[in-house]
């Protein structure tokens, strides 16, 4: 559980987590951390969260942040939509 973590390391812009430029990388304070309700460490279902920061990451050419759906698509459940998912962690439970 990440609930009492205060920093993290937040990292934009690499492809690999273990190598990565300076200008990729901020430090900053966690204003509030929210795991998925639901979320089950067993099954790994639902293993998605929110880190929201306590102030703006410095963004630079190299670090930018990413487009969100504009207002009037909030209700576009985007079925049948093909996307892009990225991150890093478990993308199995070893089964």
């Not at 790994?44 to 969100?68: E, H, K, W």
Request: include cysteine; charge should be positive.
């Amino acid at each position: 559980c990440l609930d009492d973590v205060t920093r993290i390391e937040v990292q934009a812009g690499v492809h690999t987590i273990f190598r990565g430029s300076p200008q990729y990388r901020a430090i900053v304070d966690r204003r509030d951390i929210r795991s998925h309700p639901q979320y089950n460490s067993d099954t790994l279902i639902n293993d998605i969260g929110l880190v929201f920061v306590a102030r703006r990451i410095p963004f630079n050419q190299s670090m930018q942040p990413i487009n969100l759906p504009r207002q009037a698509q909030a209700n576009n459940r985007f079925i049948g939509t093909a996307g892009t998912i990225v991150g890093w962690g478990r993308f199995s439970d070893g089964k």
